[in-house]
Every structure is written in C-alpha cells, then in structure tokens.
C-alpha cells in the first residue's frame, strides 16, 4: 500500500511579468488554454479512482507551475474552493502548492489559511544574489529569509526549492544554499540540476557561449553534496531532478544540460558508493585474521597492502529498497568497484534489516 500520493494539478502563470532565463512557461501558457475547475475535478477524480481503492494513507492535491499565489486572488479562491471541498469530505488530505518567493504577504496567506492550504514550496533556486540576479529572477535572498519567515509563523509546512548550476553558480554557491536551506529549517526539499530548454534566454546564452551548463558529473557530485546537507538536517528531498513531464513542451526540448530521467538514482547511488567504500577501505585496511595474514605496514600511515594473489569476497548489502542504489543506476557502482579493487569478489545482497540508505559490508577469505 502506497502510503503517501501527490495529485500535481498543474495551473501555469499566464502573463508571468518575470523573466527567469531557464523558463519557457511563457511562451508556452501564451497559447494555453486556463484551467477551469472543472479540469481541477476530472483530474482529482480520476487520481482519487486509483488512490482510494488502495487506502492511500496521505493524499494531497498540488496546485504546481511555478506561482500559485501569483495569479490573481479570485482564480486562487476559486481552485482553493474545490480542494477544500474535498478536503473537508475528507477524500484528501493536504492541500499544497508551489509559489515565488515575492509572492507571499499576509494577505495570501491569509487566504490560503481560510482554505485550509498545508504546504507552501517556494522557488528560491539560489542563496546567491549574483546567481538570482543573473538568472533574470527579479528577488533576492533578503525575500526569501523574509517569505519562509511569514509562512513559518503562520504554521504552514515549508518547502525550498534550489536549482543547481545557474548562470554564475559554484560548488561553494551551492553548498552555501544548502547551508542556508538548513538555517531556515523548511520541512521538504526540491533539488533541480539546470536544464536547458529550448525558447528560453538561457538557450540563447548557451548558443552563443556566454552560459556553459555542467556536465553530468559535476551536477552528480554537486547536488549529492546538498543532498547529503539536507537529509544530515532532517530535510526530506521529495524529488531530485525534473521528470520529463517537468519540462512543460515536452520530447526534444532539452537542448543540454543534465537532464537524466533517474537524477535522483544517480545521486543516491553515488551516497551509496561513498558509504561502501569507506566501510571497505576501512575493512581492507585493518584485515580480519581469518583472511589475510598481518602484513608488514611500510609506514605508520600507510594501510597494509593486500596480496593480489589472494581472492577475498566482499558482500554488500542494502535492504530491496535501497538494492538499486547500491549497484548504482546502469551498474555504474558494480564497474566502479569492480575496475578499482580487482582483488575482491564482490556480491550485492539484499538485508530487509538495514534501514533505508543504510549500507553494510562483510569481508571474508575465499578458499
Ligand atoms: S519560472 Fe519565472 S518566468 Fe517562469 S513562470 Fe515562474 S516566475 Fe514566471
């Protein structure tokens, strides 16, 4: 039973008045027809005929796109009005939505709070006024101390949204956000790795050389350090990377980038690999009797040197949630072990006693 579930309705800012160089809402939503509350209920209706019949313990409806609380107050009154309605039949849960940092006041919280809205996620993408200014965001840090401050105190749950590798962004910009996404305590985190998309000013940069998007690696190894921040503070990363559905025109129109369709997979499985080798370095270093005999050390520093005649298995588990992060998207942690301790016989195993993420590894002599 699937404990948890998320109706995304998503409700596009039509006449947006911002400028973020890695949007193509705009010109996308400019031939969109609005979504009229009767699209809201076919879409909550046809969720909730796959969701009730499986005693979905949460289910909240998410009214995603980028600025909920930035389309005028009577539209956001009127979408409300439904959620409520099935919240107060108790046929959902939560009501959530995804807003702008300068789009939050008392006024709209007010509001917000009359419908009996939970959680609001803000898109800050970046602690970095620099990143913010040259990603044509048109807020700065300052607004978002100030918006996460207001929806605390009203008693919503909180999430932030960060996007890595923007124009002017660094590994230490990002950590800095991550740092600062900790300060704040939110309760739920988004990490999205830039992508670039066609019809958009970033696209434009891109061709003519002022903007270099990360490769893959770099946007691994960056967003795995944030996410290893965030959970370390008690954050839940609810997603990592955009699903293809995320990018709103759809097939072919990511032009680079680091779009992946399993980011997170990558990610997670990079933590994994980091866990594992750590325990293994540690095990190899300091060998069991009943494997190796005591190697002379060259140096008090220096580990004792395995024999490479000798064969020695190593199992790693995971329990069968976390099995694929272990083996790593497309093998890539079985490679990577494989290529860099030649002297091991490995196997991935799975223990259901392990908690989630949590990694263990047994050495022993094979005869
Ligand atoms: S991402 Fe920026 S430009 Fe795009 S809809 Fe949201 S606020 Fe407007």
């Known amino acids: 039973m699937k404990k948890h579930a998320i109706i995304p309705i998503f409700i596009p800012h039509r006449g947006c008045p911002n400028d973020c160089v890695f949007c193509n809402q705009k010109k996308i939503t400019a031939h969109q027809q609005p979504v009229t509350g009767e699209d809201v209920i076919n879409t909550i209706e046809t969720w909730l005929s796959t969701l009730e019949p499986r005693g979905t313990e949460t289910i909240e409806v998410a009214f995603f796109g980028g600025s909920f609380t930035g389309i005028p107050m009577e539209e956001q009154s009127a979408y409300l009005t439904i959620a409520k309605g099935y919240k107060d039949a108790g046929r959902i849960h939560k009501i959530h939505m995804s807003t702008r940092p300068d789009y939050i006041n008392e006024e709209i919280l007010d509001n917000l709070k009359k419908y009996g809205a939970d959680t609001i996620e803000l898109g800050v993408q970046s602690f970095d006024d620099e990143v913010l200014r040259l990603s044509g965001r048109g807020h700065d840090s300052a607004c978002v101390y100030e918006s996460s401050r207001l929806i605390q105190s009203y008693g919503f749950e909180l999430g932030i949204q960060l996007m890595i590798g923007l124009p002017a962004d660094t590994l230490e910009k990002d950590l800095y956000s991550a740092r600062e996404t900790v300060k704040i305590n939110p309760s ?21 050389g002022q903007y270099q998007p990360l490769d893959q690696e770099t946007a691994v190894f960056r967003t795995k350090e944030m996410y290893k921040l965030l959970t370390a503070a008690g954050i839940n990363i609810i997603r990592v990377g955009l699903k293809s559905s995320d990018i709103l025109s759809g097939e072919g129109q990511t032009a680079a980038g680091t779009f992946h369709p399993a980011f997170r997979q990558l990610v997670e ?11 293994l370095e540690r095990l190899l270093a300091y060998p069991a009797a009943e494997y190796q005999k005591p190697q002379p050390r060259t140096s008090q520093k220096e580990p004792r040197q395995i024999p490479f005649d000798r064969r020695i298995k190593a199992d790693f588990y995971a329990n069968r949630r976390c099995i694929s992060n272990l083996i790593g998207n497309g093998g890539r942690n079985k490679k990577f072990f494989l290529e860099k301790y030649p002297q091991l016989h490995i196997l991935y195993k799975v223990n259901d006693f392990l908690s989630d993420y949590q990694y263990e590894v047994k050495i022993k002599g094979e005869s």
């Open 269 to 279: 499985g990079d933590i994994a690999r980091e866990q594992i080798e750590t325990q």
């Open 188 to 208: 739920i985190a988004r990490l999205y790795p830039t992508v670039v998309i066609r019809d958009t000013a970033l696209y434009d940069q891109y061709l003519n």
